[in-house]
């Protein structure tokens, strides 16, 4: 799906990215790489296909739009560094020519060293891309009048066991939300 925000074409992709044609990026938010190695690492199950199957689907997004970069709005990785890190550089190795461009978010706890060895630039919490400004946080952006922001997807953060993580767009007068990867 195809729409038009402050004069710029962005595509809507049922894989939950953007892609931005002028700009040849490919913006997604949330994906949480190394959640599984993680979370079985504290003995809660959880299939160990879901890294690759997100590996896949990011596969599937550069060879369709080709973009020259992708930028991930926040949360790229879930915490620290174990072994579905390394399973993600190998995989990085085949898309060594599309840059990599990470708004840090929350979970983002790798060290600068592991960042600069996978080839992921990191940037300062608010990372102007004219005429948007990336962010993860929604609702935490300086942006400029007449400026938009696109952040991270939407979640349900409050504690218990009905947790919130939608697959949409979401549009505002003065910013987006992107969907969860």
């Not at 390394?86 to 790798?110: C, M, T």
């Not at 891309?129 to 952040?151: D, M, V």
């Not at 349900?156 to 993580?165: D, E, I, Q, V, Y």
């Amino acid at each position: 799906m195809e729409i038009i925000v402050q004069d710029e074409v962005l595509i809507l992709s049922a894989l939950r990215a953007i892609y931005w044609p002028r700009k040849r990026a490919l913006l997604l938010a949330d994906m949480h790489l190394g959640k599984t190695g993680y979370f079985r690492s504290k003995g809660i199950p959880i299939p160990s296909t879901i890294m690759g199957d997100d590996l896949q689907r990011l596969s599937l997004l550069i060879s369709t739009y080709q973009p020259q970069k992708v930028i991930v709005a926040g949360d790229m990785f879930h915490h620290d560094y174990n072994a579905d890190i390394d399973y993600f550089a190998a995989w990085r190795q085949q898309y060594s020519a599309v840059e990599f461009i990470l708004v840090p978010g929350n979970h983002d706890k790798l060290l600068n060293i592991d960042y600069e060895a996978l080839n992921i630039q990191l940037t300062t919490k608010e990372h102007w891309l004219e005429p948007f400004t990336i962010i993860h946080k929604p609702g935490k952006c300086r942006c400029f009048h007449n400026q938009r922001s696109y952040s991270s997807g939407v979640h349900n953060g409050r504690p218990g066991p009905a947790k919130l993580k939608a697959s949409l767009f979401y549009r505002r007068t003065a910013a987006n939300n992107l969907t969860c990867f």
